[in-house]
Protein backbone atom coordinates (compact mmCIF):
# COMPACT_ATOMS: atom_id res chain seq x y z
CA UNK A 1 0.00 0.00 0.00
CA UNK A 2 3.13 2.42 0.79
CA UNK A 3 4.00 2.05 -2.78
CA UNK A 4 0.87 2.83 -3.88
CA UNK A 5 0.47 5.89 -1.61
CA UNK A 6 3.76 7.19 -3.08
CA UNK A 7 2.93 6.87 -6.75
CA UNK A 8 -0.29 8.80 -6.22
CA UNK A 9 0.67 11.36 -4.04
CA UNK A 10 3.57 12.14 -6.90
CA UNK A 11 0.79 12.14 -9.78
CA UNK A 12 -1.60 14.22 -7.39
CA UNK A 13 1.18 16.82 -6.68
CA UNK A 14 2.14 17.08 -9.91
CA UNK A 15 -1.65 17.61 -10.65
CA UNK A 16 -2.67 20.31 -8.20
CA UNK A 17 0.49 21.96 -9.17
CA UNK A 18 -0.31 22.57 -12.77
CA UNK A 19 -3.98 23.74 -11.56
CA UNK A 20 -2.66 25.34 -8.97
CA UNK A 21 -0.19 27.62 -11.53
CA UNK A 22 -2.79 27.69 -14.06
CA UNK A 23 -4.77 30.24 -12.00
CA UNK A 24 -1.65 32.47 -10.63
CA UNK A 25 -1.00 32.46 -14.75
CA UNK A 26 -4.64 33.26 -15.53
CA UNK A 27 -4.87 30.22 -17.96
CA UNK A 28 -7.47 31.18 -21.09
CA UNK A 29 -9.27 27.40 -19.92
CA UNK A 30 -9.30 28.09 -16.35
CA UNK A 31 -10.80 31.27 -16.57
CA UNK A 32 -13.24 30.67 -18.63
CA UNK A 33 -14.35 27.40 -17.07
CA UNK A 34 -13.89 28.42 -13.30
CA UNK A 35 -14.70 32.21 -13.28
CA UNK A 36 -16.99 32.38 -16.79
CA UNK A 37 -18.74 29.36 -16.05
CA UNK A 38 -18.73 28.48 -12.51
CA UNK A 39 -18.31 32.43 -11.27
CA UNK A 40 -15.50 32.12 -9.14
CA UNK A 41 -14.24 35.40 -8.75
CA UNK A 42 -10.91 36.25 -10.35
CA UNK A 43 -9.56 37.75 -6.56
CA UNK A 44 -9.69 34.11 -4.82
CA UNK A 45 -7.54 32.60 -7.62
CA UNK A 46 -4.47 33.16 -5.65
CA UNK A 47 -6.01 31.53 -2.78
CA UNK A 48 -7.70 28.30 -4.56
CA UNK A 49 -3.96 27.84 -5.98
CA UNK A 50 -2.26 28.02 -2.71
CA UNK A 51 -4.54 25.66 -1.56
CA UNK A 52 -3.32 23.14 -4.10
CA UNK A 53 -0.02 24.24 -3.63
CA UNK A 54 -0.36 23.27 -0.01
CA UNK A 55 -2.13 19.95 -0.37
CA UNK A 56 0.79 18.97 -2.95
CA UNK A 57 3.38 19.81 -0.24
CA UNK A 58 1.62 17.61 2.42
CA UNK A 59 0.88 15.24 0.05
CA UNK A 60 4.43 14.60 -0.72
CA UNK A 61 5.96 15.26 2.97
CA UNK A 62 3.19 12.65 4.08
CA UNK A 63 5.40 10.18 2.25
CA UNK A 64 7.43 9.99 5.33
CA UNK A 65 5.26 12.03 8.04
CA UNK A 66 1.52 9.64 7.27
CA UNK A 67 -0.83 11.93 9.98
CA UNK A 68 0.09 14.80 7.10
CA UNK A 69 -0.49 13.10 4.41
CA UNK A 70 -3.79 11.84 5.32
CA UNK A 71 -4.90 15.47 6.91
CA UNK A 72 -3.54 16.66 2.88
CA UNK A 73 -5.45 14.08 1.14
CA UNK A 74 -8.71 15.00 3.46
CA UNK A 75 -8.31 18.90 2.46
CA UNK A 76 -7.86 18.12 -0.92
CA UNK A 77 -11.03 16.00 -0.95
CA UNK A 78 -12.71 19.12 1.04
CA UNK A 79 -11.32 21.65 -1.85
CA UNK A 80 -12.70 19.17 -4.73
CA UNK A 81 -16.26 18.46 -2.75
CA UNK A 82 -16.32 22.59 -3.01
CA UNK A 83 -15.23 22.76 -6.45
CA UNK A 84 -18.11 19.30 -7.88
CA UNK A 85 -21.06 21.25 -5.45
CA UNK A 86 -19.90 24.60 -7.38
CA UNK A 87 -20.33 22.75 -11.06
CA UNK A 88 -23.60 21.47 -10.37
CA UNK A 89 -24.79 24.46 -9.18
CA UNK A 90 -23.85 26.36 -11.94
CA UNK A 91 -25.43 23.41 -14.30
CA UNK A 92 -21.77 22.74 -15.53
CA UNK A 93 -21.93 18.76 -15.48
CA UNK A 94 -19.71 18.28 -18.29
CA UNK A 95 -17.09 20.70 -16.78
CA UNK A 96 -16.91 18.90 -13.32
CA UNK A 97 -15.31 15.99 -14.56
CA UNK A 98 -11.72 16.97 -13.29
CA UNK A 99 -12.91 17.63 -9.62
CA UNK A 100 -14.61 14.33 -9.57
CA UNK A 101 -11.22 12.72 -10.81
CA UNK A 102 -9.35 15.11 -8.46
CA UNK A 103 -11.77 13.75 -5.53
CA UNK A 104 -11.14 10.09 -6.55
CA UNK A 105 -6.80 10.49 -6.53
CA UNK A 106 -7.83 12.70 -3.23
CA UNK A 107 -9.58 9.38 -2.01
CA UNK A 108 -7.36 6.21 -2.76
CA UNK A 109 -4.45 8.40 -1.30
CA UNK A 110 -6.26 8.86 2.05
CA UNK A 111 -7.21 5.04 1.56
CA UNK A 112 -3.69 3.96 0.67
CA UNK A 113 -2.17 6.38 3.21
CA UNK A 114 -4.16 5.32 6.20
CA UNK A 115 -3.87 1.49 5.39
CA UNK A 116 -0.22 1.90 5.10
CA UNK A 117 0.70 3.60 8.61
Same mark, same amino acid.
Given at each position: MFAAYVCLAILSSLLLVVSGMG??? !?????VKTVHEVVGV???????LAGLEFAAAAGLL????? %??????????? %????????? %??? !?AHDGKGSSPAVQMFCLALAAIITRTMSR
Open positions: KLR !RTPYIPLRWFPLVGIRW %APLGVAAGVGM %ALYFVGAIV %AHV !R
